[in-house]
């Protein structure tokens, strides 16, 4: 019998300064396009980028875990990603705000989709505004 040995992959460690917003995306769905749609929002909520906002990007079929850097965020927002990627194992719902004992989290379509469909950005602009005091 042939020993086999397999190959485990080393878990990526976050080390993220608190900011406002968290945005998970997939790296095959996240280009300059899907930055500055990433940009515009930020701006329509009335944060900065640069400073209040992190992008995590995960590579095709990755899956992390994140746990307690979660609580560095005020709100974490799924685009087009399943929390479960993450490492949480939670019921949320399209456009529907979960609330964890830090964060909020919302799951919405993929950046690039919000982008051209009127309806999605509604629905997500109907989330941000609670999520970040808009009237």
Known sequence: MEDQFYKIPEARTYDF???KLLCVVKREQFEDAEEKTLTSISQAIKINFQQDVEVLILEKGEKV?????LNKF???IYFGVNPADTGLNIDAKLYRIFKLEGPSL???HHL???AADKNKKLFLWKCLQPLFGIN
């Open 65 to 69: 875990q994140i746990g307690s850097a």
């Open 112 to 114: 690039r989709d919000i």
């Open 74 to 76: 005020d709100v974490v």
């Open 106 to 108: 919302l799951v919405s």
């Open 17 to 19: 300064q608190s900011k």
